[in-house]
């Protein structure tokens, strides 16, 4: 079942028919999507998350890491759609790292070019971030994949993606500094001071 507007913006249902990831998205640009929400597509499903006061300041600590270790102009991205293999994956991850030769594709950031990808767990769409959100990054091979859950006050590291899976699955509490030399990054990113929910 896929949604469409009509010009008074009520939501109807359309015919059933199986529209790309693009359109998806095309559709998604003509509502009326609150301010202050992202709107990512897993598998299919459209979810519409607001951001929190934790949820920034979580992001905004591990991109400023991230620019202070390689610098202004390295390829940082926040909430910008990447799609991902799998059925109809547009991710805009909260925290993405891309390699300094990435080039964009049709306009699109490509998801082979991904080195880190960072996503802070919110209420509703946490499962999201631990499974099929996991399963595509694992399946794009994303060196890194970071789980950060203000909820627990954890961090879960997933490295050496191989076959679909990640090898490697480190928890971590709040405090515990995330070491991340030992991969394409080649640093660590503090957690004492992530905010807890």
Request: glycine content about 8%; some cysteine.
């Amino acid at each position: 079942m896929t949604i469409s507007l009509e010009r008074t913006d009520r939501i109807k249902m359309a015919e059933p028919g199986e529209l790309t990831l693009d359109q998806l998205f095309e559709r998604l640009e003509q509502m009326p999507v609150p301010e202050g929400y992202k709107v990512e597509i897993v598998e299919g499903t459209v979810y519409m998350t607001p951001q929190r006061d934790v949820h920034w300041d979580t992001i905004f600590d591990i991109a400023t890491e991230l620019r202070t270790h390689f610098g202004r102009k390295a390829l940082v991205k926040s909430d910008v759609r990447i799609d991902f293999p799998g059925h109809k994956n547009g991710f805009c991850p909260d925290v993405a790292k891309l390699s300094e030769k990435a080039e964009k594709e049709n306009g699109r950031w490509r998801h082979q070019d991904i080195e880190f990808v960072a996503e802070v767990v919110s209420k509703g769409t946490g499962m999201n971030d631990y499974g099929p959100k996991k399963d595509a990054y694992a399946a794009a091979e994303v060196p890194v994949y970071l789980i950060v859950d203000p909820y627990v006050g954890r961090c879960r590291v997933f490295t050496h993606p191989q076959d679909g899976e990640y090898k490697r699955d480190l928890t971590l509490a709040y405090g515990e500094p995330i070491d991340l030399t030992d991969t394409v990054l080649g640093m660590t990113i503090p957690t004492d001071e992530f905010p807890r929910d």
